[in-house]
């Protein structure tokens, strides 16, 4: 918050005072409340104190953007929380009345005891990298380096969709949320099983959830719920260095939602097209009165027919407790669970003809009734937050997931010479993932000479364990034009089985240096080692260990507190699940490597903000057949994606927010003894983009109303790698709007593909695309007490 140059920005806080001046000014700071401020820059600092205590806390001056304040959880004095944010930064404070105290540096008062240092500029909002954002603008974010820093301090590109986005356009899926940001594409849904995406032109399968990545190292299991999402965060690039194994494009990380010193409730129910119904309660509550001890529950219950010929209902039931003790000031615990129950059909979308894709009504189903996925999950997490002193922080995270799924499926096995009859085989699944994850990360402050450091060392591992029984069985064929519905399948056949073992362990070390008072550097390294186990029907395919080591560095000059010009090189690998060349030798690991520049630039007093960035990507060791022996393959592929950036949010003026992005990208095969040099990607447009924008009307008698409305587009795509299957862009149009009856009461309506676009949303297999939904009407009222 930036306030005009005459005025004082009043804020609560308490810290030591010089001299009370009245005993009921110091009774004021001897009351005990629960505050929750995570390390960070002492303006937002202040400011979040400010919401917590009750106390008002005005400063005459300007302070500087990198004077920072250590974390401040627990129960305490007004004046105990207040010292601990001034320590180390030279600054202590006097009693003005009785809610008011005044931020002074000693030996520099005026007339009245306050600092006379001019106006004080905040920059920044009152927010945490872990915690919810006002509006449509974060500033903070930990994704891109696991600490807790402005965006634009950091040399990636880096976008976040917060909540208030979320609920604004009615998103209840991972792929609604996304597509705000540039770049990213959704690329299936694996049947309907799970999201998938690609960042960059490249598949991005493995989402980070509170930075621990998806339980299975071949993406989620399942789709996940939003019911417990505070915002989500893209970062584009190669996240190897603090995320080990993963694909070169970027990562989704959902940060979610965590108990709050206050209580809350609300209630929301969503009606619409398609027999949509769906309900959602959020209930947080301290479980003491101290406060040391809070609780939220986050539950979500869906229930949906669909645009498609479906034969069952989807059901999605989310159920997210969570629990937070503080206690000491310098020590929390969190404590989530979240548990799924999921049952909906088995659906491979709609197929491509003759090089077109889709050639068929988008409601054709070309499954059976049979065809479904019934899974359950669990999911239980905890962490740790200690801070050993003003400047050093451990943190220590563990997790455990436990998922089991039975798919069943007519699995298409592709069309005769007619054109029509699609042959296909029945399967039935059982499979069952676990995952096993911990993580331990260092933090500090501290200067060497000129050089001030934010120091981070880290270790984690992931163990994930991965059976599937599979048995097959004909099923007769089916008329793409003339479907009749029925078949029964034949004898199931003996199972067949996998067993994978994907161990990987990594440790890591970084450093933000900043030197002068425009520059910023920021290096790192990790080594990773990954140990790969695969057997099929009991008899052992891959059995390998492999190591990488993934650098980064980045360069960030700001000519001006609200400019950042970075550059920055990073890189990624990935083991393969299985695969060996003619001579037996194992595959290595694919390797990512990515340059980027760009520009970040606050706008209208930090309530927007713009990022302008461009890049080459390479991907390498990609696997490429043997010229020697067809029917092996080599690791002398390379595919590259270059592209230029943008994307915006925030608030242009009071009560219009925007968030935007524009891409373009260039992702082709570059290498290959198969492919034509020059061939586009899979699923990756030249261009994309996305304009989001609303309105809450100011003042009477519109007051309460708010309208808004976006723009999705997409350009031509390739649905296969030999670019003989096309697939069309589109531009969809949606609308929204609010009307706030009271401050408890809301009604929403929301229109998706208002002009009922026709479209493919994501394509993961060649033959077969996701459709888009036509135009679809939901209603929701949302009750906050």
């Not at 000693?106 to 009152?126: F, K, N, R, T, V």
């Not at 999911?379 to 798919?407: C, E, K, M, Y």
């Not at 000059?557 to 030798?585: H, K, V, W």
């Not at 390797?591 to 760009?598: A, K, L, T």
Request: glycine content about 10%; proline content about 6%; overall charge negative.
């Amino acid at each position: 918050m930036v306030m005009a140059a005459a005025t004082t920005l009043a804020i609560a806080a308490p810290a030591h005072a010089q001299d009370s001046g009245s005993p009921i000014r110091l009774a004021q700071l001897s009351i005990e409340r629960t505050f929750d401020i995570a390390a960070q820059p002492l303006t937002t600092a202040l400011t979040l104190f400010g919401q917590q205590s009750g106390l008002q806390v005005t400063v005459h001056g300007t302070l500087p953007r990198d004077m920072s304040a250590p974390a401040v959880r627990g129960t305490m004095t007004s004046a105990e929380a207040l010292g601990h944010l001034l320590a180390g930064s030279g600054l202590t404070y006097v009693v003005t009345d009785e809610t008011t105290v005044a931020i002074e540096r000693p030996g520099q008062q005026g007339d009245d005891g306050a600092m006379a240092l001019g106006p004080i500029m905040i920059e920044g909002q009152s927010e945490s990298a872990y915690g919810p954002v006002d509006g449509y603008l974060a500033t903070r974010s930990a994704t891109a380096t696991k600490m807790d820093v402005p965006i634009i301090d950091t040399p990636a590109s880096i976008q976040v969709v917060p909540r208030a986005v979320i609920e604004d356009q009615g998103a209840t899926r991972l792929a609604d949320v996304v597509r705000n940001v540039s770049s990213v594409q959704v690329s299936g849904a694996n049947g309907g099983r799970s999201d998938l995406f690609l960042i960059r032109g490249f598949a991005a399968r493995r989402i980070a959830r509170d930075g621990f990545l998806s339980p299975s190292s071949f993406g989620d299991a399942a789709q996940l719920g939003l019911a417990n999402v505070e915002r989500v965060e893209v970062l584009k690039g190669p996240p190897s260095i603090l995320y080990g194994p993963a694909g070169p494009g970027g990562l989704v990380n959902i940060i979610t939602k965590k108990p709050q010193p206050e209580p809350r409730y609300s209630l929301t129910g969503r009606a619409g097209s398609f027999d949509f119904y769906r309900g959602d309660v959020d209930l947080n509550q301290p479980l003491t009165e101290d406060g040391k001890l809070l609780a939220r529950l986050n539950a979500s219950y869906e229930n949906a027919d669909s645009f498609r010929d479906h034969f069952i209902n989807s059901e999605r039931i989310q159920v997210a407790p969570s629990l937070r003790w503080v206690p000491t000031s310098r020590t929390t615990v969190d404590l989530d669970l979240e548990y799924y129950d999921r049952r909906h059909q088995f659906d491979y979308g709609v197929i491509a003809v003759d090089g077109k894709a889709p050639a068929l009504p988008r409601e054709r189903f070309l499954g059976e009734e049979k065809d479904r996925v019934d899974s359950d999950e669990i999911r239980i997490q905890a962490s740790v937050d200690h801070g050993l002193n003003d400047d050093w922080s451990l943190r220590a995270l563990v997790r455990f997931s436990d998922t089991n799924a039975t798919p069943t499926q007519s699995f298409p096995l592709g069309l005769e010479a007619d054109g029509r009859t699609l042959n296909r085989r029945f399967f039935v699944f059982n499979q069952d993932y676990q995952n096993y994850a911990l993580q331990a990360n260092l933090t500090g402050k501290f200067e060497t000479g000129p050089l001030e450091h934010q120091l981070l060392f880290g270790a984690d591992s992931n163990f994930t364990r991965f059976e599937s029984e599979a048995r097959a069985a004909d099923l007769d064929p089916i008329d793409i034009f003339d479907p009749v519905y029925g078949a029964t399948p034949g004898p199931l056949s003996a199972p067949g089985t996998q067993d994978r073992r994907i161990d990987f362990y990594g440790v890591y070390l970084q450093d933000l240096i900043s030197f002068g008072d425009h520059w910023k550097l920021l290096l790192g390294g990790r080594f990773d080692t990954a140990k790969t186990r695969f057997d099929r029907n009991d008899v052992n395919v891959t059995d390998k260990w492999d190591q990488a080591f993934s650098p980064r560095a980045g360069l960030v000059y700001q000519p001006i507190d609200d400019i950042s010009i970075y550059a920055s090189y990073t890189t990624s690998f990935l083991p393969p699940l299985s695969g060996a060349s003619f001579d037996g030798e194992e595959f290595e690991p694919e390797e990512g490597e990515q340059f980027e520049i760009g520009v970040k630039r606050d706008w209208f007093d930090g309530r927007l903000s713009t990022t302008l960035a461009a890049y080459q990507l390479t991907r390498s060791n990609v696997s490429t057949a043997d010229p020697q022996n067809p029917t092996f393959s080599i690791q002398v592929g390379e595919q590259r994606s270059r592209g230029v950036e943008f994307d915006v949010a925030g608030e242009l003026a009071p009560g219009w927010n925007v968030i935007g992005s524009l891409a373009y990208l260039d992702a082709e095969v570059t290498k290959d003894n198969t492919l034509p040099v020059g061939n586009q990607l899979v699923n990756a447009p030249n261009w994309s983009g996305s304009l989001w924008a609303t309105y809450a009307f100011q003042g009477s008698p519109l007051r309460g109303l708010e309208i808004g409305g976006g723009v999705f587009v997409v350009g031509d795509r390739k649905a296969d790698f030999a670019n003989q299957v096309d697939v069309d862009g589109y531009a969809r149009v949606d609308l929204f709007a609010r009307y706030e009856i009271n401050d408890n009461i809301s009604l929403a309506l929301n229109i998706e593909n208002l002009f009922d676009k026709k479209y493919v949303e994501g394509v993961d297999d060649p033959n077969f695309v996701d459709v888009g939904a036509p135009r679809s009407v939901f209603g929701t009222v949302q009750v906050k007490f």
